[in-house]
């Protein structure tokens, strides 16, 4: 099992440019996350799925949209990147509700840089 | 508003002692409470949890400690080892709920 893993490892774009991080999960899990690490701030939550075809927002979610066509796959698309969107992007995947025994499971990140 | 707060943004403590890692929450919601571990350059890595119906949780090395009516949790490693050297997240999550809310982390130094 490769577990949770996120392409491309590392970008760089102009403001405006729009991009597509893709996540991939093998673990058949339902719950699905995007989020970014910025220095001081912890993990901020953008974007999450409950299921194929579901997406709600989450803490950060302005500048990004996403889609869960598939049950596996899990995209973040920045339409017109700006600086503030430089980042470390994580997605993370889990079986169960937020509130029962199951833990995130997290890819090993995008770094992001928008010049 | 910050939710899960780790106020120490690092800690260095002697190979062989003890580390103690505190994260304090301002949701009563929160039910269920996850430490995370993180390397440079890698995801988050699940390392321990306890439920809101416990106060104490053991794993090996790892124990977590909760103080409800403190809204505030705390971990052990014990003895630790340099290759616990890491940045240590707290999260917490309420029953029902979708989202996990994370601390800022802590960065653990583990001298040899």
């Known amino acids: 099992n490769a577990g949770v893993t996120q392409t491309p490892k590392f970008r760089v774009l102009k403001t405006g440019q729009s991009m597509t991080l893709l996540c991939a999960q093998d673990?058949?899990?339902?719950?699905m996350y995007w989020y970014r690490q910025d220095p001081g701030m912890g993990l901020r939550l953008i974007h999450y799925?409950?299921?194929?075809?579901?997406?709600a927002k989450g803490e950060v979610p302005d500048g990004y949209n996403v889609s869960r066509l598939k049950k596996q796959n899990f995209l973040l698309g920045l339409e017109s990147a700006a600086p503030s969107q430089t980042s470390v992007y994580f997605c993370?995947?889990?079986?169960?509700?937020?509130?029962?025994?199951?833990?995130?499971?997290f890819g090993p990140g995008t770094r992001l840089t928008v010049l | 508003d910050q939710q899960v707060k780790q106020n120490s943004p690092s800690l260095s403590v002697q190979e062989g002692r003890i580390s103690i890692l505190n994260c304090d929450y301002t949701?009563?919601?929160?039910?269920?409470f996850l430490w995370y571990k993180k390397y440079p350059a890698e995801g988050p890595t699940f390392l321990i949890s306890?439920?809101?119906?416990?106060d104490k949780n053991e794993d090996g090395r790892f124990t977590v400690f909760l103080n409800k009516s403190a809204k505030h949790l705390s971990l052990h490693i014990v003895p630790s080892q340099p290759g616990d050297s890491a940045v240590y997240f707290c999260?917490?999550?309420?029953?029902?709920?979708?989202?996990?809310?994370f601390g800022t982390g802590t960065s653990l130094t583990v001298i040899p």
């Open positions: 949701n009563s919601m929160f039910d269920y």
């Open positions: 999260a917490a999550s309420a029953k029902f709920g979708n989202q996990f809310y």
């Open positions: 993370a995947s889990t079986n169960g509700l937020a509130g029962t025994s199951y833990e995130q499971f």
């Open positions: 306890i439920s809101s119906i416990k």
């Open positions: 799925s409950v299921g194929e075809g579901t997406t």
């Open positions: 673990m058949n899990h339902e719950y």
